[in-house]
Nanobody, 119 residues
Framework: QVQLVESGGGLVQPGGTLRLSCAVA????????MTWYRQTPGKQRELVAQ???????HYIDDVKGRFTISRDSNKNTMYLQMNSLKPEDTAVYYC?????????????WGQGTQVTVST
């Protein structure tokens, strides 16, 4: 059983910072890629940032220069450092992982963590 456990969300003022974490728990194979998504009410979930097992990163234009994705392979944990936060960053942030097993590549989701940017 694989679980993704997120933490680090909360309320922050515009211009502030937050750091999200996503820990992969359980019996896992090699992690191919890990991704942060976010979703606001009435909108589709959107990819925010991704990091592969080769440490190749990808960001949507809206967060480039403000957010940094990283991972600690020894801890099977991914991070999202969010700086210069804006009210439009307010959303539920979800962790996603593609992990190899004996049967192929499997996809997993975390439960989501709320990020609210407001005065």
């Amino acid at each position: 059983q694989v679980q993704l456990v997120e933490s680090g969300g909360g309320l922050v003022q515009p211009g502030g910072t937050l750091r999200l974490s996503c820990a992969v728990a359980g019996s896992i194979g090699n992690i191919y890629a890990m991704t942060w998504y976010r979703q606001t009410p009435g909108k589709q979930r959107e990819l925010v940032a991704q990091i592969t097992n080769a440490d190749i990163t990808h960001y949507i234009d809206d967060v480039k220069g403000r957010f940094t994705i990283s991972r600690d392979s020894n801890k099977n944990t991914m991070y999202l450092q969010m700086n210069s936060l804006k009210p439009e960053d307010t959303a539920v942030y979800y962790c996603n992982a593609h992990i190899y097993s004996d049967y192929g590549l499997n996809e997993y989701w975390g439960q989501g963590t709320q990020v609210t940017v407001s005065t």
